[in-house]
């Protein structure tokens, strides 16, 4: 796992405090769970946007940083369909 430094502002700081001691953990943690929690709430969103042919799958791939390859995985990993084709009746 990568470390990184990062600057709060005033609001956010506060929101990860709250977070930390509502779940009982260190904001550390708290930041890595909200920071996978926007991760999955993007690539859903992408996903969804894919799917309705607002998006190419690279496209997806390229704004969430990861390549065609390693995107085909995590849709697979969540069970979703790796294409947009409409869904039979």
Known sequence: MDSVEITLDSPIRQ?????????NI???EAIIELVNLGFETLLR?????YR??????????E????TSWELSHLIEERGWLPH??????
């Open 15 to 23: 929101f990860v405090d709250h977070h930390s001691q509502a779940r």
């Open 26 to 28: 260190p904001p550390q």
């Open 45 to 49: 969103d992408y996903y969804q946007r």
């Open 84 to 89: 947009n084709l409409p869904l039979a009746d």
């Open 63 to 66: 704004e969430l940083g990861v």
């Open 52 to 61: 309705q042919g607002e998006m190419s799958l690279g496209r997806v791939a």
